[in-house]
């Protein structure tokens, strides 16, 4: 499974200010939209093109496109924070939604609400900012793959090395692309160091 952890130090200086406890959620949600155009950039970095002509002010020359559609699906709810940033970069994008619930005593996902635009033929992002046991990511990949999704990257902030390994052994073909793999995962399956937790931090609950 190829995973790229982001080098930018851009990526690292947003990263430090997202997991910085004295950050409240207005900034917060502006680091992560920023940090969320470095990971999405990344995940798009080898989407094949299309050769088209331009007209540019002076003469007619070559140019590219986008050669296939873009769709994200964004796990619910923290996914949300990474939104803005994919449809900043492709306004064109269809959007779909999984909604998993992480059960507080299991950690298991249960659905709650999923709704997917095509996907066969799409690049697709699936957003997942905190990539921890790796249960609601591999079960959102395990339903685009249902839905006929072949071409799928997984776009988290921090991942642990046991949410990695799930994927690793369910989803070997999929790209992870993330901005920090941290060590390990707390008694309640949260990350550490972590950030805590993003939805929470996203949205002030
Ligand atoms: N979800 C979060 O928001 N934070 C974690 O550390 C793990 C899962």
Known sequence: MPVTELTHP??????????DRDTESPRFRE??????????A??????????????????????????????????LRAGLGLLDALLT????????????????????PMEYYSKFPPLAGARVL????????????????TMTKERGATDITAVTVVSAPQGLEV????????????ATIDDDLDHNFYIRPGLGDMGDRLFGT
Do not use: C, N
């Open 126 to 141: 699936v957003l997942e900012p905190m990539l921890a046991t790796g249960g609601s990511l591999s079960w959102a990949i």
């Open 31 to 40: 680091y992560a939209h920023r940090l969320g155009l470095l990971l999405v």
């Open 42 to 75: 990344e995940a798009l970095s080898d989407i094949d093109l299309v050769d088209v002509k331009v007209q540019t002010p002076l003469e007619g020359g070559d140019g590219h496109e986008l050669g296939r559609p873009v769709v994200a699906v964004a796990v």
């Open 167 to 178: 994927i690793e052994r369910h989803h070997p073909e999929v790209r992870v692309v993330t």
């Open 10 to 19: 851009l990526a690292k200086d947003l990263l430090t200010s997202l997991r």
């Open 89 to 108: 970069l492709v306004p064109d994008a269809a959007i779909g939604f999984a909604g998993l619930q992480r059960d507080e005593e299991t950690a298991e």
